[in-house]
Structures are given as C-alpha cells and as structure tokens.
C-alpha cells in the first residue's frame, strides 16, 4: 500500500478516534472547534508519523506523533490523557 494512502487512513482513523473521545469524555462542553482540534491533530499524526516517517528505514518516526501532540498537551494541561493515545505503537 502507498504510504500516502496509509497515512492519511491512519490519520482518517486516529482523528475519528479522538473525536469519539472528546464527545464521551468528562468534557464540560464540547463544541465544535473542539472536535476540529482533535481530530486535525490527530489527522496529522497519521499521516505525518505513520504515513511518512514510520518505516523500516526510518524508526525514528514513532516520536513524531508526541512531538506533533505536545502542544496541545501544554494547552489542554492534560498530559495522560493527550500523550498517552499517540504513545502506543
């Protein structure tokens, strides 16, 4: 498979995933710039990290979706919670 393809199915994935988690979360509101924060995080996560990066050749790529993610850590002040999902491999 082209890891284009991947990438952006991936990041498809991972976006729809933490939209899920924000709309069931403990939020106390959640709107919509919320959900498009999540998800286009999360979308390039996928594509950047997974798609690209991620490959035999070049292992390094799996610290790329923590480092895509820091910012909105620090934002969110919710380490675990942001840091944790794009840490499993």
């Known amino acids: 498979m082209n890891r284009l393809v991947l990438g952006v199915l991936c990041g498809v994935a991972f976006g729809l995933i933490d939209?899920?988690?924000?709309?069931?979360?403990?939020?106390?509101?959640?709107?919509?710039?919320?959900?498009?924060?999540?998800?286009?995080?999360?979308?390039?996560?996928?594509?950047?990290?997974?798609?690209?990066?991620?490959?035999?050749?070049?292992?390094?790529g799996r610290g790329r979706g923590p480092a895509i993610s820091l910012p909105d850590a620090f934002g969110l002040n919710s380490y675990v919670g942001v840091l944790g999902p794009v840490s499993v491999p």
């Open 19 to 60: 939209v899920l988690m924000t709309v069931f979360g403990k939020h106390p509101h959640v709107s919509r710039t919320m959900l498009l924060q999540a998800f286009s995080s999360r979308f390039a996560i996928g594509v950047l990290a997974d798609g690209y990066a991620a490959t035999a050749s070049d292992p390094g």
